[in-house]
């Protein structure tokens, strides 16, 4: 192998039952740099990198690795980590039950001389890699008790923390705010300076330009092409994803309408939810289009989860299209024409081991009760028109949703929500993981949802993706609700608005 | 198409086929039934023969193995099917189908025959009030059973540990700790003759068609499997988990007394210590043999079943293969620890590396 390469995979192809996921597709990752590997939704990304960390079992194709002779072959993330590939998957596959500290030593814990665990030590030992990320958390809390953004930078540490000489990230930024990022990055530049070759996968396209150094193109399970990151300015590397050139996102726009006279669709007086979020108040219009902004942990998806019934609100009162409501559970929420995707896509969205179809129906469904079964023909007519409408890719609508990719399974969940036509829809973070070609229309299919007369309270990390949607955006800060800004909204506004200064 | 590649594609679709383990597992018990019977001289069929006898308690009937096992395998049916959606919606067992069995006889037999009667011809109340009673008795131990898992979140095992140690003395303690027998022919009828078919089988194929039609006709089937593969995302889904668990256990504890209205009709009388006794690890060992996970999710109901007439059939072969009621439970054990086995993810695996190895010699 040249001199400064660390790892080359050649011709690899891979096959699950009725797709061909990876056809000849060639990576090669050198010492000291960041790699992107773009592609969109279901492109072969995790699978390739399942493939070269031995959880799939890929039929041809040789991955060769710096400092060992012959082609390797690995049969588990142990085995890669052995061989110095430390792996950070698309979900975070951590152990809730057990403490932060746990989960960043689990398999590996320090021993004290009699051989037992050394709790000691590595309670602080964590708490120190935490530390130095720039984390706030106590690490001896369960992992659960902490947002998906946390669990993500713990998922993170883990993999950073050990001997590595290559570093595989999949779409680790998804569920982080920009301060995170660049806390990650920071840790990556670091890493890169140390030898280390980084793998990088994000739909982020503003990433990519910020730190990688080489671009790794596949589209539809093949390989389009290795490119210096010069080379490839952000149309183009669109065009090599998508294979067509794409309209940018720019052309989005709201319709600026004036909502004071707009009848009301929901009304939030002192609502909270004990240690989440603090006492709030919140009216929406009909047809209006509300963003919620705020640093992570700032209490976005919590005002939205006491709204719905997630979390049952423990004060204060709502109303739905001016009628008092009580939501004791996200069912009486729904009856009310609500719908809430969550962000948590693994433990809250999706039911693994049913069908694509099985999963878009369930909600609708559950809204018409038990005895109203849906007809086989009526499901598998709405299945298609949302595997349609937002371009799901999968072999069938009987497909089990575990076997899609990480952003058509949120495709799936999104139609879930489409599908029960409601009146007011939360959408936590709903492009999570979503391609660029496909975020574009989701941000569409918005608007066109207010162009209908529906509200929508739509939480996201990205504020670029919020502002180019909502009409109005209130601002969050340590489970509080400290400002609404819905005149000239900006980037600049916002950010300064988050961040504690006079908004 | 090529010939070869269409079998290719029959053999896929099997290998597919949910109901492949039960029915190859019921396929191997009839085999070694043909060559047993082939080895001592009789006719290799007479497994499967049927024929109509002229009794004189019961008139003309159906006789043959094959009724004997489906007739005798009724209880464990009946109590697959509550087992089957316990299973599915909370990854669990419930461990007390048996006892519970045994309290609701205890109770029916106690009512017919009057409290301190040990044996009575006329019944002291209408049959339908004591039939009422067992079936109220086995839904409130199925609500108690699914209070415990649904709203107090007890393990389903540790949950249904209680009625299993305490079921059978709560009906001894309802009899007045005799054995109540009720030798009265409109109670018996329930493990005797309609016409020339046993009643049991009546009573088992009304259940499960009963339930099928529920869950064919009815969401009940794709909200348990939901709840079961993930309780927390069928919530925000707008689905009651805690509901839709409580009402699999209440399911269970219904069907568990329709099973004990079957075996105490059988013997005209609540032998609290023997009826239902060892049948929840049968139904349990249904469910499994039945193709389904007992870490809950996607079930089949058809699976469980077949799973249950086999385990009765495999039951009968023992006896009839001279082995003593003893000695049973070791061949059981190792036809479970069999289907465990081949059951298991890393068996499966090996089998899939040994196919594609072979495949890859082929080729070359
Ligand atoms: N376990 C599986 N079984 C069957 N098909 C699978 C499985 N995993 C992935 N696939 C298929 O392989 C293809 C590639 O999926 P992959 O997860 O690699 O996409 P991806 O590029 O990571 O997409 P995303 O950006 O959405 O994460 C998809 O068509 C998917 O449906
Ligand atoms: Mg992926």
Redesign the interface.
């Known amino acids: 192998m040249e001199n400064n390469v660390v790892l080359r995979a050649r011709g690899i192809s891979m096959t699950f039952p009725g797709v061909k996921a990876l056809d000849n597709v060639q990576l090669t990752l050198r010492k000291g740099e960041i790699h992107a590997l773009m592609g969109e939704n279901g492109a072969g990304k995790s699978t390739l990198i399942k493939c070269l960390t031995g959880i799939n ?1 890929f039929e041809a194709g040789e991955i060769h690795i710096d400092g060992i002779n012959g082609t390797i072959k690995n049969h588990s993330t142990r085995d890669a980590q052995n061989v110095g590939i430390s792996t950070v998957y698309q979900e975070v596959n951590l152990c809730p039950n057990l403490s932060v500290a746990e989960n960043l030593f689990i398999g590996r814990e320090p021993l004290t001389k009699l051989h037992t665990i050394d709790r000691k030590s590595y309670n602080s030992r964590s708490q120190k890699i935490m530390d130095e990320l720039g984390i706030s958390v106590d690490v001896t809390q369960n992992l659960e008790n902490y947002s998906l953004a946390i669990q993500q930078m713990v998922a993170i540490a883990r993999a950073v923390d050990m001997e590595c000489k290559v570093l595989i990230l999949d779409e680790p930024t998804s569920s982080l705010d920009d301060e995170e990022v660049e806390k990650l990055f920071k840790l990556m530049r670091k890493l890169k300076e140390k030898g280390v070759g980084i793998l990088f996968v994000t739909h982020f396209l503003e990433q990519v330009y910020a730190v990688c150094d080489r671009i790794t193109v596949l589209r539809n399970g093949t390989f389009v092409g290795e490119y210096p990151i010069s080379e490839l300015p952000r149309v183009k590397l669109v065009a090599a994803m998508m294979g067509k050139y794409l309209n940018d996102l720019e052309s989005i726009h709201k319709e600026n309408k004036d909502f004071t006279n707009a009848p009301m669709e929901i009304s939030a007086k002192g609502l909270s939810h004990t240690g989440t979020v603090k006492p709030f108040d919140l009216d929406i219009h009909k047809g209006e289009v509300v963003g919620v902004a705020g640093l992570l942990g700032s209490g976005r998806s919590e005002l939205a989860r006491a709204i719905y019934g ?1 979390d049952k609100a423990n004060t204060g009162t709502l109303e739905v299209d001016g009628k008092p409501v009580k939501i004791n ?3 009486d929420a ?1 009856n009310k024409g609500m719908g ?1 995707l ?1 962000d948590d896509r693994k ?8 069908s694509v179809r ?1 999963n878009i129906i ?2 609708l ?10 007809s086989r023909a009526k499901q598998e007519e709405i299945a298609d028109r949302y595997i349609d409408l937002v371009q799901i890719k999968t072999a069938s609508r009987e497909t089990l949703i575990k076997q899609l990719s990480g952003g058509n399974q949120q495709k799936v969940i999104l139609a ?1 929500w489409l599908a029960t036509d409601p009146d007011f829809l939360i959408l936590d973070e709903p492009t999570r993981g979503i391609d660029i070609g496909t975020k574009s229309e989701i941000q569409k299919l918005i608007i066109k949802l207010a162009g209908e007369g529906k509200s929508v309270l739509f939480i996201s990390s990205e504020i670029e993706e919020m502002l180019r949607t909502s009409n109005r955006m209130i601002i969050m800060r340590d489970g509080e609700k400290v400002g609404e800004l819905d005149r000239e909204l900006s980037q600049e506004g916002v950010m300064h608005a988050i961040a504690g200064g006079e908004g | 198409m090529s010939k070869k590649s269409n079998s290719k594609i029959y053999w896929n679709k099997l290998k597919n086929w949910p109901l492949l383990l039960p029915v190859i597992a019921l396929i191997l018990v009839m085999a070694v039934n043909i060559i047993h019977d082939a080895a001592i001289g009789e006719n290799p069929l007479s497994f499967f023969m049927i024929s109509l006898r002229n009794t004189t308690t019961s008139g003309t009937i159906l006789y043959g193995r094959i009724i004997d096992i489906i007739n005798r395998g009724s209880e464990v049916a009946i109590l697959a099917i509550g087992m089957t959606l316990v299973v599915s919606a909370s990854a669990g067992t419930d461990i007390s189908v048996g006892s519970v069995m045994s309290l609701c006889a205890s109770f029916m037999c106690m009512m017919l025959a009057g409290y301190g009667v040990s044996s009575t011809t006329t019944l002291a109340m209408p049959l339908a009030i004591g039939l009422l009673c067992a079936v109220v008795m086995g839904i409130v131990c199925g609500a108690f059973n699914g209070t415990l898992v649904a709203h107090l979140k007890i393990q389903p095992m540790v949950a249904t540990l209680i009625l299993y140690s305490a079921a059978r003395a709560i009906g001894l303690l309802l009899c007045n700790d005799l054995i109540v027998y009720v030798r009265n022919p409109s109670f018996a009828y329930f493990g005797a003759f309609t016409g020339p078919i046993p009643t049991p089988i009546i009573i088992t194929a009304i259940c499960i068609i009963i339930v099928s039609l529920v869950l064919k006709k009815t969401a009940l089937g794709m909200y348990i499997q939901s709840v079961g593969i993930n309780a927390r995302a069928s919530r925000i889904a707008g689905l009651n988990s805690r509901l839709l668990i409580f009402l699999a256990y209440t399911l269970c504890g219904l069907f568990a007394a329709i099973a004990g209205i079957v075996a105490s009709s059988r013997i005209t009388s609540a032998d609290s210590n023997n009826i239902g006794l060892y049948l929840e690890m049968d139904a349990i060992l249904s469910v499994a043999l039945g193709g389904n996970s007992l870490g809950g999710g996607k079930f089949n109901l058809a699976g469980s079943i077949i799973g249950a007439y086999t385990i009765q059939a495999i039951t009968t072969t023992l006896y009839a293969l001279g082995v003593s009621t003893n000695q049973a439970p070791v061949f059981k054990a190792i036809i479970v620890i069999l289907i465990v086995v081949i059951e298991a993810p890393p068996f499966k695996a090996f089998v899939r590396k040994f196919n594609a190895s072979r495949a890859a010699a082929r080729e070359v």
Do not use: N
């Open positions: 079992d997630a559970q996200p069912i729904m809430m969550p433990a809250e969205g999706i039911i693994a081991d049913l099985e369930l909600a469904q559950a809204k018409r009760g038990m005895f109203k079964l849906l879930r």
